[in-house]
């Protein structure tokens, strides 16, 4: 019976190890101190990081207006986000570059702040 239970725990370790390496990577933040303003920005993965495949975002903040976020790739949008009053928004996408850029569009006479949380994901 002993000499089945080491083999069938190196096994599930070697699972849970490759499970946990997939995507175990600090958040990392960009803020939008002044809400009032469009300003586009650009979001890159950690170095060393490997190969990307999804990005995931966490939206916070407080504004009293309207603005979009949005997500583009060579210029054109490809994922628009509606934000207002308190932000408080989770997403996910399947991204595969190692950067992404944004444009933020406030309605004008929005204030506020907002901060991103972001990790690019490596599977």
């Known amino acids: 019976v002993q000499t089945c239970a080491l083999p069938i725990f190196i096994i599930f370790t070697g699972i849970t190890l490759s499970l946990t390496s997939c995507t175990n990577y600090e958040p990392r933040v960009h803020t939008i101190n002044d809400a009032s303003k469009q300003t586009d920005f650009v979001l890159n993965k950690k170095r060393n990081q490997g190969y990307v495949d999804g990005i995931s975002l966490k939206i916070t903040g407080k504004i009293n207006g309207k603005a979009k976020l949005v997500i583009l790739n060579y210029g054109k949008a490809i994922r628009n986000y509606s ?41």
């Open 83 to 123: 934000l207002t009053g308190d932000i408080k928004k989770e997403v996910f996408t399947d991204w595969y570059s190692d950067n992404a850029k944004f444009l933020y569009q406030p309605e004008p006479g929005t204030q506020g702040e907002i901060e991103i949380e972001y990790v690019f994901s490596s599977g």
